[in-house]
């Protein structure tokens, strides 16, 4: 027995040892087959490139996993883009009060005169309120999304906020495309008078508007109201045409494509709005008689003589002066038919 | 609790007053005592009624290029209402699961996109140039400008609405709209219902004696 028991070792061992000898020993295995997806989120941990793969799903940028660019862009609009954005409305606003500090309330000379010409018919003063309204809500919707963040998270919280910067997202989108039509409408009726006339543009513009010293002559529009104009219409359209990329993400449009776009849109934004104040200001508060100009249609006589001589010689003899208690027929009646 | 106020007491609330009051306005009108007319008839009253409720949807060509801006203006708002108020796919839901019990095929985004355009250019066309026109805001009453600017509120809370995530600015368009139909029988916007028989009043009337306008 024992015998036998050793003979079948001897085998074993013998047996074992030629399959040695006929399989020499393989290397031991290389560390990637042990953890199969280690290059891949050694890739997605450093976001030092695009990384892609396969997909069922058929719209651009589907496949890819990280986008390197999106971390690039949040760092650039949460570091530079909304810091300059809030510091630029904070100086425009500084100037403004600066400028009101230094030149006060600008009076007519003469007083006013108890006379009054037509300067905006009724559908020009509709399409200026129009395009005005719809301004102020997609600017105010605007800067919520864009600055809201910052103000108004430490005063409705976090959740509020949340809730804020949704709905203003919806006003935006849907309002959003309403301003095409009111700015085109507004460019349509005012573009005619708002064409430059370089030798008396560069005159009011070298005088400086005649805010602080000589009197500048100027014609329906001043160079500054052209110059605000064309800013608008020029910023408006690259404003519209980025706001409609953004707002129907379904023409392809990829990610890089719309971070571009929104890119353009900020900045071209924040350049109407902080621009806007100046506007608003000039024809609100700062000089009088002003403001009625677009509330009634009318201006007094000598607000036409001081801030648009070069017109008032025009429509003195055309337009007749009407005492201003008097009522008067709507300016639209009259001439809505070659302004609609 | 303001969930439960909005969405139960204050909705049901506001369907009363909507349904009945705008019922009450109606029979108001139906069953107001009308002089018998004995003069001979010289054309058809019923005639009458229905040229004059078509020939009212386009104006007048003497006038029509003085009222243009009213025109599309108010052609934009109210095709766009009604068609957001009909047929986009929140309110065919709404209207399915809370009042009629069925629904019908809502329109698809792009063409809600272009009624909500639509009916907020024109609302706003419409209430501007009855702001700024001297006649139009002298003949304007507060009824017509609350009536505006709820429509316009109405209109806005609905685009907050649309975050369907955000329950709270649901609950604002709900509590909006409720105040719409208890101020609506009682105001300017009960035309929607009246401009019809309106029309083919003053229709009849003309065409019974032989007034062709």
Redesign the interface.
Known sequence: MRVHTLLMMVCLLLVGFQLQAADPPSKPPELSSIAPGAELWRDVRQRDQDVTGTTQVRSPGADVLINVSGQAWREYRMQELIPLSGAAIAIVLFVILLFRLVRGRIMLENGRSGLRILRFTTNQRVAHWATAILFSILGLTGLTLLLGRSFLIPVFGAEGFGTIAAGAKFLHDYLGPVFVFALTWLFVLFVRDNIPSPKVDLQWLLKGGGLFGKHAHAPRYNAGEKLWFWLASIVGLAVIISGLVLDFPIFGQTRSTMEFYHWVHSIAAIVLIVVSFGHIYMGTAALEATFEVMQTGYCDSNWAKEHHDLWYDEVKDSEEPVPQQQAQPDPGARQSTDSA | MIEYLIKGPLWYFSLAVFCIGVLWQLARIIFAAAKTDLSVARGSASGGAWRNVFSRFVPHREIA??I??QVIGGYMFHLGLFALLFFAAPHVHFLENHLLGFGWTPMPHWAF?VA??FA??GL??LW??RM????SRLISTTDDHIAAILTFVVM?TG??A??Q??H??NLLHLFTVELLMIYFPFSCLMHAFTFIPSRAFTGAWFGRRGIDA
């Open positions: 290029p003085r243009r801006l996109i909500a355009q907020f250019f706003i066309l501007l140039r700024l026109n001297a006649v806005l685009c907050l649309l975050g995530g955000f709270a600015l």
